[in-house]
């Protein structure tokens, strides 16, 4: 059974909503925080000095974001509360932050996640392609600016 609409509210993250956000990041099931700590500095260094971000916001919160780096066509986070998970929420926060790092001049971006997850076949169902292994053990995926009338969204499959 589909889950039924709910309204939200893309917009551009701030310093406000670094909480929120963290919130969010602790609170996935898959591709969880385990080798350092990530601090509010870091939060701040990359939607305020290195890239931008943005929140999705429904039923009162935050409940999904994104963040690119626009100094080396990073996805740094792009993550979705659990229970807000399989909404479009991820692929339209994925959509915004790869439109604004094409419109920042970059030709390649990148991105790392756990193998095995539901977030490696995302990345795959969006286009990426799995460029290798990270020394952390994670897939490396990566995203060429499309030529003018060209898309790297792959054709569907034949099953």
Known sequence: MARPKMACTLRQATRADIPATHAVRMSV?????????????????????????????????????????????????LFVRPDFERRGFGRRLLDTAVDWLWSQGLMRLWLSTEPATRAQRFY?????????????????????RPSAGQSNIPPPTEH
């Open 29 to 77: 099931r898959e591709n969880q925080l385990t080798g350092g700590v990530i601090t509010e500095r870091d939060y701040v260094e990359h939607l305020e000095a290195l890239g931008r971000g943005w929140v999705i916001e429904a039923a009162g919160q935050i409940v999904a974001f994104a963040v690119g780096n626009a100094q080396s066509g990073n996805i740094w986070a």
């Open 124 to 144: 795959e169902s969006a286009g990426w392609l799995n460029a290798g292994t990270t020394a952390q053990g994670e897939i490396r995926f990566e995203l060429r």
